[in-house]
């Protein structure tokens, strides 16, 4: 059954108080969703990690480019098609803005008493500023021990570890501080590698933006791509924990600061000078963080500081370089897709192209079109992070 049926089918019953056959497709949602990420996270990194022999392109390198963007749309048709779930129709745009924001789980509370409570408390881990909920929350707790109730449905492993991190940190216990932050910062970089993959697939599953699709027909999707960027731009807002009723804002560099700190007071001064690196990247306007730089430069020689201990760490540069090009790389695009004919063309030719219609030349009856548009379409052949320190 595609999603769009499942979750369409879960709210006309939930309109309809229907609660029991409300819950049994929200829940077959949940899964179908879970499932066609999966399905489409492992299509993007299988043909991230596919080789192919690469042919000579001596004489003509832009084939080169070509060449591969060609072999990764055919790679992601082959993987597509092992999977059911991708040969279903797709969900529009609004429906998995849904899922994104976790709205399903809101229809849960209301629907399953039994579940409201976690489902409740799910939601409004990304959702704090709804008013209703906080309220609902606020009964549920002045009536009920709710002990074991407040679960996470959708809390990443990441979180916990931070959390507990945090604790012993906070309570002097650095080194078991240090392995939970470590732990913390390998996960949430797992997950932003899979949130950086849901990107380039869910934005494929949209029906008006297949990128790939595009690719097939010798033409790239400008716009598409721009959403692309747009949508891996977002994952460290979506991937950002709620601890305590507050968002951990700058997650990555928050981590930092924290081993920092810890390596210091453990007296691990080359760890230390590189996690402060590693944060200053990301905060180089940090005051405090710069006179500790100035610190570690001044009694270098008593931490035993070589010049090689004065960078960040691999995983922090390469998560840093990561995002700053791709704020690049949109910026460039929406200059790109501001510009008008004109930048292209003279004004007059541009006002000529303006007063026309582009069918012009094709008004009229003619049962040739279809055959030659099939005849342009059909081809010939068928062919379809370093790590950390620790």
């Not at 129709?89 to 924001?101: H, K, N, V």
């Not at 709710?146 to 990443?156: A, F, R």
């Not at 507990?164 to 906070?170: K, P, Q």
């Amino acid at each position: 059954m595609p999603l769009t049926t499942a979750y369409g089918l879960a709210l006309d019953h939930y309109a309809a108080e229907s609660w029991t056959e409300s819950i049994k497709y929200l829940e077959l949602s949940l899964r179908l969703h879970r499932l066609l990420k999966d399905s489409v996270r492992h299509c993007v990194l299988h043909c991230d990690d596919s080789k192919h022999e690469e042919p000579s392109f001596e004489g003509n390198p832009d084939l080169r480019v070509y060449w591969h963007v060609m072999m990764r749309a055919s790679c992601q048709r082959k993987c597509r098609a092992h999977f059911p779930g991708l040969q279903l129709p797709p969900p529009g745009r609004e429906i998995l803005e849904d899922f994104r924001r976790r709205s399903p789980y809101r229809y849960l509370h209301f629907a399953h008493s039994r579940r409201a409570v976690p489902c409740a408390y799910t939601y409004l881990q990304k959702n704090p500023e709804d008013q209703e909920m906080q309220q609902l929350m606020k009964e549920y707790k002045s009536q009920y021990d709710l002990s074991g109730y407040l679960t996470d449905h959708e809390e990443q492993p990441y979180e916990a570890s931070f959390l507990r991190g945090v604790e012993l940190i906070n309570s002097g216990d650095y080194d078991g501080g240090v392995e939970h932050m470590e732990k913390s910062l390998r996960l949430y970089l797992h997950e932003y590698d899979l949130c950086q993959a849901d990107c380039e697939g869910i934005s494929q599953l949209l029906p008006d933006s297949d990128f790939y699709a595009g690719h097939s027909s010798h033409c790239f999707s400008t716009d598409v791509y721009a959403d692309i960027l747009r949508c891996k731009l977002k994952c460290e807002e979506n991937l950002m924990p709620n601890v305590g009723g507050y968002f951990v804002e700058k997650f990555v560099a928050t981590v930092y600061h924290y081993l920092q700190y810890a390596y210091y007071k453990l007296n691990e001064g080359r760890r230390a000078v590189r996690c402060a690196y590693s944060y200053f990247l990301f905060e180089h306007e940090d005051k405090v963080m710069e006179q500790n730089l100035q610190y570690y430069k001044a009694y270098g020689e008593q931490w035993g500081l070589q010049s090689d201990h004065y960078t960040p760490r691999m995983e922090a540069l390469k998560h840093h370089n990561q995002t700053v090009t791709q704020k690049q790389m949109l910026m460039f695009l929406e200059k790109y897709l501001e510009l008008n004919d004109e930048d292209f063309l003279g004004p007059e030719e541009a006002a000529l192209l303006a007063s026309e219609s582009p069918d012009v030349e094709f008004e009229g009856m003619g049962d040739y079109e279809e055959s030659f548009y099939a005849d342009w379409r059909q081809p010939k052949g068928k062919g379809d992070a370093g790590e950390s320190e620790s």
